[in-house]
């Protein structure tokens, strides 16, 4: 199976901060990577798609770079709303292996 | 609009099954493989297997290839997702979710607690 690792696990930012979180994947997988935010108590909601595509709906400061085996989810201003636990995920080969998470909290 | 709805919190002995559906609406149920996500208390997502409610085939991760029944009614637009022999590690939240083109999860049911405890 492809290992997920993201960095950091944890990180406390401030309302309109830059964030950045990183995820690397075991093995090449093109852009086959999505990003998924998650809220306590809630499903994973997706934000990103095929490493740099933005899901209907999300807003523009999300934003997705890499491939191979490095990729970035950035945050460009952090929003209240934006307190939340991200996940990266692969979709180059079954099982679709998820990363551990990355939880964003209030500094 | 699209919509997963899924059933209601389950509590289990060990050893026993639980069976957990997801109702589709808002879409043509038949167009798009389901998929089963569960997550344990604290920990990230994993992925179990996906079913495609086409012709009903099906591909489950290794770790509950001997476990899990994925099952599908097209006639009322549900999926099912069966575990047995359940134990106390399998205490998580169950979810489907809607597969896109083989590459991402565009909808996610609700999700449903299983418990496991004696």
């Known amino acids: 199976d492809i290992q997920m690792t993201q960095s950091p696990s944890s990180l406390s930012a401030s309302v309109g901060d830059r964030v950045t979180i990183t995820c690397r994947a075991s093995q090449s997988i093109s852009t086959y990577l999505n990003w998924y935010q998650q809220k306590s108590g809630k499903a994973p909601k997706l934000l990103i798609y095929?490493?740099?595509s933005l899901q209907s709906g999300v807003p523009s400061r999300f934003s997705g770079s890499g491939s191979g085996t490095d990729f970035t989810l950035t945050i460009s201003s952090l929003q209240p709303e934006d307190f939340a636990t991200y996940y990266c995920q692969q979709s180059d080969s079954a099982p679709g292996t998820f990363g551990q998470g990355t939880q964003v909290e209030i500094k | 609009q699209v919509q997963l709805v899924q059933s209601g919190a389950e509590v289990k002995k060990p050893g026993a099954s639980v069976k957990v559906s997801c109702e589709a609406s808002g879409y043509t149920f038949i167009n798009y493989y389901m998929h089963w996500v569960r997550q344990a208390p604290g920990q990230g997502p994993e992925w179990m297997g996906k079913?495609?409610?086409?012709?009903?085939?099906?591909s489950y991760a290794q770790k509950f290839q001997d476990r899990v029944t994925m099952t599908r009614d097209t006639s009322t637009s549900i999926v099912y997702m069966e575990l047995s022999s359940l134990r106390s590690e399998d205490t998580a939240v169950y979810y489907c979710?809607?597969?896109?083109?083989?590459?991402?999860?565009?909808?996610w049911g609700q999700g449903t607690l299983v418990t496991v405890s004696s």
């Open positions: 095929a490493a740099s």
């Open positions: 079913i495609n409610p086409s012709g009903g085939g099906t």
């Open positions: 979710a809607r597969e896109v083109a083989g590459l991402f999860f565009d909808f």
